[in-house]
């Protein structure tokens, strides 16, 4: 009699799933960012994108025209709700903290994560104000949608008018630059990492 070949390992076994990878799964319900937070975060993003977008457009514009006069309006408008929405957006944190990262992440992955968004907290207050302070400085009055005059915090005054306006500028370069960082990251941690990140922020990937 022929002997029974030995069968592969866990042949006879009852089948089970396979374990799922480390970070695989999204994050639980509680470790999610707050429908507030989610909000603010995506609504203020779009008007980033509004507002630069629109900010090189116009500056491309040659002469002063009447088209052109009137984006700058409308991008002295989303500066204005940036700020306020800015606002709320740093007290809604200040009394409401973000879920903590990932379970596995490199320490400087977290402390670099942190200081990213802290630093997104103070441009898009500074950038806002910087560029109001340009208007104010070139002796443009700010009419937030056409109805309300905001004050003139400073008078017409060419030398800080090219200061702040240099200013002003290079926050927004430096700004899109840290908003292209923390998107490739949020973005490496959904695609490589599979830790459920950027499913905190868009729900939907859950």
């Not at 109805?147 to 008018?161: C, Q, R």
């Amino acid at each position: 009699m022929r002997p029974t070949p030995n069968a592969a390992p866990g042949a006879n076994s009852p089948a089970t799933s396979p374990a799922p990878r480390p970070g695989q799964l999204p994050p639980p319900a509680q470790e999610a960012y707050s429908a507030t937070a989610i909000g603010l975060h995506w609504i203020i993003a779009l008007l980033i994108f509004a507002a630069f977008g629109l900010g090189l457009y116009m500056t491309g514009i040659p002469g002063l025209t009447p088209t052109k006069l009137k984006l700058f309006s409308w991008h002295k408008w989303l500066g204005v709700t940036v700020f306020m929405l800015a606002v709320l957006r740093v007290l809604w944190r200040a009394t409401h903290p973000a879920p903590p990262v990932a379970a596995g992440t490199p320490a400087w992955q977290a402390k670099a994560a942190a200081g990213a968004h802290h630093l997104l907290y103070v441009l898009i207050i500074v950038v806002p104000v910087t560029g109001y302070i340009y208007s104010c400085a070139a002796g443009v009055p700010v009419v937030y949608l056409g109805l309300w005059k905001l004050p003139m915090i400073v008078e017409k005054n060419d030398a800080l008018k090219d200061i702040f306006k240099f200013i002003h500028v290079w926050l927004n370069y430096g700004m899109a630059a840290v908003v292209v960082i923390h998107a490739a990251a949020a973005i490496k941690h959904q695609v490589v990492d599979r830790d459920g990140t950027l499913a905190r922020m868009l729900p939907f990937l859950r």
